[in-house]
């Protein structure tokens, strides 16, 4: 791995997905990873999968600027508001995505039980071709992605502490992702995914 690299275009038919290693440099990555740790309001929410109702295998949270709630797998979500930290870090995204974010989906995945099963970005009130920015603190985990009809093409990454996975243009409409669970021992991983809620 090129610790100093920029970039990497991950060049997936039907996507448009970009990986930046070192996004966020180590000492502040750190000092990120304990604000978010200690101050926010971590919760756990039922999913239900297939008729059957499971506490959700991460905990969660969610900030907005517009106060508009995010559902998913039949939860609802209403948004804390933005606190300076996550503002410092989503204008700096922002530079990067060329877009301007309204939420954030904080997910806290405490070992490596705790999980994000195969899913798309794709909720109607992220409108058509959303943009996604995937920002990763402490443990790095692998990120898996599989296209939809083309069941030969899969890819798998390690989001490291610090970077920074951009989705955007049709890898939703064509592509799922997934963080799977893990028998390795390892520490508590913080994701904050910045969408855009029309």
Known sequence: MNLFSEKQNLNLPDS????????????NANAFFKTFKNSIPWQ????????????QPRL?????????PYSYSNITMQPHEFTKELIAIKEKIETKANTVFTTCLLNLYRDGNDSNGWHADNEK??????VIASLTLGQERFFHLKHRTKKELKHKLLLEHGSLLLMQG??????LHQIPKTAKPIKERINLTFRVIK
């Open 44 to 55: 756990q929410d039922d999913i239900k999968v297939f008729g059957k109702v499971y506490a």
């Open 60 to 68: 969660t949270a969610l900030y907005g600027n517009n106060s508009k």
């Open 16 to 27: 448009d997905v970009i990986y930046y290693p070192n996004f966020i440099d180590n000492e």
């Open 170 to 175: 049709e890898t939703q409409h064509h592509w």
């Open 125 to 130: 009130e992220l409108g058509k071709n959303p």
